[in-house]
């Protein structure tokens, strides 16, 4: 696939570096061989590899995570002379009696990690209508999981690996907003996509209740670029997906994306 610019803005921290380390020794391991494939990333994670794969031309990638709009997704790197193929990607069908305990997906991630995986091995969790969610997990572990996981918070449940092109799947969908700001501040972007009072968006930020570009940010003066992506704890994101010139004020005209 075609290299895609990362978001990651500033110096990476320690543990950032020290990730891409460890990636970039994954790489080297590729030598020889028709690919590799890592477990589910977050949208973090995705970025540090991606921007590893930049310095790789030899070296080409797909993203997968079960269905178009999954947050947490797999890589799979292969020479770029190679034909491309998706990462593999289980989804595992969770069914339980209609009338009992509202399950959320606190409680679906905490039974499958109860039974002794790793997060990385989990990717995104959907709750469906009708009582029922998916899982999607790493291919090796999809027996298993459904061979022991018969209870979520004390609801008995059953499980079943289903093909996900026959699930009716979430498609992300968002709202666009234009309007205008001072500057281009964390805080006032936030209260234009979101509906606040600017002091608002200000002691949310300062409660570490905000990411930029999935990099938590407390600064409510941190400047915003276009393509980058924010979200709200609890909200939903936003992408600043165009910035369109200044009014006659001084003031600037944005376009954003809303997601829910």
Same mark, same amino acid.
């Given at each position: ?7 990651? %803005? ?7 570096? #020290?990730?891409? %380390? ?21 949208? =973090? ?47 595992? =069908? ?7 305990? #509202? ?62 092109? %026959? ?75 165009? =910035? ?6 001084? %003031? ?5 994306? #809303?997601?829910?």
């Amino acid at each position: 696939m075609a290299e895609k610019q990362t978001r990651l %803005r500033g110096p990476l921290t320690e543990g950032e570096k #020290k990730w891409q %380390r460890e990636f970039a020794r994954k790489l080297e391991s590729l030598k020889g061989r028709a690919g590799l494939q890592t477990s589910f990333l977050d949208p =973090l994670q995705l970025e540090l590899a991606r921007a590893v794969l930049q310095e790789q031309p030899h070296l080409a990638y797909t993203v997968y995570g079960g269905f178009p709009a999954a947050e947490r997704t797999c890589l799979r790197v292969f020479p770029a002379e190679q034909h491309s193929i998706l990462p593999e990607v289980a989804a595992l =069908l969770v069914t339980w009696p209609g009338g009992g305990e #509202k399950l959320s997906h606190r409680d679906f991630l905490g039974a499958v990690l109860s039974l002794g995986l790793r997060r990385d091995q989990v990717g995104d969790i959907l709750l469906l209508p009708e009582d029922r969610a998916v899982i999607f997990v790493v291919p090796a572990q999809a027996g298993y999981i459904c061979g022991n996981l018969t209870r979520v918070k004390g609801t008995a449940v059953e499980c079943s690996v289903a093909d996900p092109e %026959r699930l009716p799947l979430p498609v992300e969908s968002g709202k666009e907003i234009s309007g205008t700001v001072a500057s281009l501040r964390l805080d006032a972007v936030i209260a234009l996509g979101f509906g606040i009072s600017r002091s608002r968006a200000a002691v949310l930020i300062k409660g570490e209740l905000v990411k930029v570009n999935w990099r938590p940010v407390n600064s409510p003066a941190f400047q915003l670029k276009e393509g980058d992506l924010v979200s709200l704890q609890g909200r939903g994101r936003l992408e600043v997906v165009a =910035l369109e010139g200044d009014t006659k004020k001084g %003031r600037r005209r944005l376009r954003l994306k #809303k997601i829910s």
